[in-house]
């Protein structure tokens, strides 16, 4: 948590192609790292998370992999769709604070 | 369960006016939040609150107070309202339970806009 900065603002892909958003923060303690989902107004919803304890998780399409000596951890889409257009935010937490604070965003443009 | 509700979806304010921002949730979560989203921006916390009686200060609190009564209601005032508050506004809940973090779940939004 704490400062929390997304790479890179935005990403355009042709449909089909793989995205990767990363995402870096600076809290050390921190143990659990979500990524949301926000369509063009929309509320944001969770999309995956993985906590410190595991290194890699996959839901189909999707997976987060963690890297916590380097203080990140990435989303990945794969065989992307016109449906995952929208704006991605990720929000490293440390069980210790109810501080979620969000990254600056990712838009995602897949490309038909 | 309804999950989160916000009301208003929409409000025009004129500079100077008040109000109060309506967030409920139906999930029994203890740890309910407020956030701002500017245009092209990301999600700012406002303020949080960890269970009825207890909130406390996010990234950008001023002009703004909260209160939480209950576990369920948790509003959001604005005090004397300005142009920069113009935003959307959303409510958020979780578990929130510690030592573990949980999801967030998002109301639909309020689209603020103050003239």
């Known amino acids: 948590g704490e400062n929390v900065e997304q790479h890179p603002s935005t990403l355009s892909v042709q449909e089909g192609d793989s995205a990767v958003i990363k995402c870096t923060y600076s809290d050390s303690a921190s143990n659990y790292f979500p990524w949301y989902k926000q369509e063009l107004g929309k509320r944001p919803q969770l999309i995956i998370d993985i906590r410190s304890n595991v290194g890699e998780k996959k839901d189909q399409r999707i997976a987060v992999t963690l890297n916590k000596t380097a203080k990140h951890f990435s989303l990945h889409i794969t065989e992307t769709q016109p449906e995952d257009s929208a704006v991605y935010f990720c929000?490293?937490?440390?069980?210790?604070?109810?501080?979620?604070?969000f990254g600056t965003g990712t838009r995602l443009k897949v490309l038909a | 369960n309804a999950g989160v509700t916000q009301t208003p979806k929409f409000q025009v304010l004129k500079t100077g006016q008040s109000m109060t921002l309506q967030c409920a949730q139906d999930m029994n979560h203890e740890y309910m939040s407020w956030y701002r989203q500017d245009p092209g921006m990301g999600l700012r916390l406002i303020h949080y609150s960890v269970g009825a009686g207890i909130t406390d200060q996010g990234e950008v609190p001023n002009g703004y107070n909260v209160s939480r009564s209950t576990t369920e209601d948790f509003p959001l005032r604005l005090l004397s309202a300005a142009p920069s508050q113009t935003s959307v506004y959303f409510c958020?809940?979780?578990?929130?339970?510690?030592?573990?973090?949980?999801?967030?779940?998002f109301g639909q939004g309020t689209r603020l806009t103050v003239v």
């Open positions: 929000a490293p937490s440390n069980s210790g604070t109810y501080k979620y604070i």
């Open positions: 958020a809940s979780s578990y929130g339970r510690l030592p573990m973090n949980t999801e967030a779940f």
